[in-house]
T-cell receptor
Framework: GDSVTQMEGPVTLSEEAFLTINCTYTATGYPSLFWYVQYPGEGLQLLLKATKADDKGSNKGFEATYRKETTSFHLEKGSVQVSDSAVYFCALSLYSGGGADGLTFGKGTHLIIQP | GAGVSQSPSNKVTEKGKDVELRCDPISGHTALYWYRQSLGQGLEFLIYFQGNSAPDKSGLPSDRFSAERTGGSVSTLTIQRTQQEDSAVYLC????????????FGPGTRLLVL
């Protein structure tokens, strides 16, 4: 079946450090890829997405590139802030004739940024 | 509405009782999804609707779980004869139902079964 694997953490970094959260996937078809973020006490928010190979999604200084050859979608940010502390989820979805299927999520990476 | 809304926000029930959880999607979104978030299992897909039809019910954990959607809008997730392992946050999301489309999540219903 389809699956997403990501580092679970917690990942602890100092403010202004470079961030990479690895995400790899297996899928039976050609998926769309997403990063969602869950801030403390809040719901899931879409951070960025990419729908085809070599697409780069970006938002709020975060970037991720859809790499079909390595089945990866790593999340990066050049300089993290305390406010980036949250749980980050990598996810994929496939599209069937009936519509967009449910998301398959990784287990989430807890990111802690220290001032 | 502006976003996905869910009710109740919290529900405490006794083992063996039935519960109904409600989701109101973003206006115009044709697809609606239910997920469950728990510490042990992470985020699990339960079921999705395209309009009022549910093409994929494969994620429902048991026959105690059912869902319906009427008028292409509001959906209810029903859990019959609740068990303690049903305790979790139940999340609803909606989208345009198109390939590559993002899903937008509601705040969730936190269910506690005593």
């Amino acid at each position: 079946g389809d699956s997403v694997t990501q580092m679970e953490g917690p990942v602890t970094l100092s403010e202004e450090a470079f961030l990479t959260i690895n995400c790899t996937y297996t899928a039976t078809g050609y998926p769309s890829l997403f990063w969602y973020v869950q801030y403390p006490g809040e719901g899931l928010q879409l951070l960025l997405k990419a729908t085809k190979a070599d697409d780069k999604g970006s938002n709020k200084g975060f970037e991720a590139t859809y790499r079909k050859e390595t089945t990866s979608f790593h999340l990066e940010k050049g300089s993290v802030q305390v406010s980036d502390s949250a749980v980050y989820f990598c996810a994929l979805s496939l599209y069937s004739g009936g519509g967009a299927d449910g998301l398959t999520f990784g287990k989430g990476t807890h990111l802690i940024i220290q001032p | 509405g502006a976003g996905v809304s869910q009710s109740p926000s919290n529900k405490v029930t006794e083992k063996g009782k039935d519960v109904e959880l409600r989701c109101d999607p973003i206006s115009g979104h044709t697809a609606l999804y239910w997920y469950r978030q728990s510490l042990g299992q992470g985020l699990e897909f339960l079921i999705y609707f395209q309009g009022n039809s549910a093409p994929d019910k494969s994620g429902l954990p048991s026959d105690r779980f059912s869902a319906e959607r009427t008028g292409g809008s509001v959906s209810t997730l029903t859990i019959q004869r609740t068990q303690q392992e049903d305790s979790a946050v139940y999340l609803c999301a909606s989208s345009w139902g198109l390939a590559g489309g993002a899903q937008y999540f509601g705040p969730g219903t936190r269910l506690l079964v005593l």
